[in-house]
């Protein structure tokens, strides 16, 4: 399963992009930069993934996009 969120902020920081779901990364004053980490680390420990970039419309940099793969669950008989 993919689920995609995207917003239509000011999309991504450039001085950070890159090293957003890598710990201790933040923009906020008083964030720790463990969020994006997190989630990271446990899509990756049940073989799923996270993707974070700006979201493009009609070639316009339009906000910030997040995709999340799980991975498929063949215990439970998915065939897909």
């Known amino acids: 399963m993919i689920i995609t969120v995207r917003d239509n902020g000011l999309g991504l920081p ?3 992009r890159a090293q957003l ?3 201790y990364v933040t923009t906020k004053k008083k964030g720790s930069g463990l ?4 989630v990271k680390k446990i899509m990756e420990d ?3 993934s996270i993707e974070i970039d700006d979201y ?3 070639g316009v940099k339009s906000g910030a996009k997040a995709v999340i793969v799980f991975p498929r669950d063949v215990s439970a008989g998915d065939k897909a």
């Open 14 to 16: 450039e001085k950070v």
């Open 21 to 23: 779901l890598e710990p």
């Open 35 to 38: 969020g994006l980490a997190i």
């Open 46 to 48: 049940h073989d799923g």
């Open 56 to 58: 493009i419309d009609e």
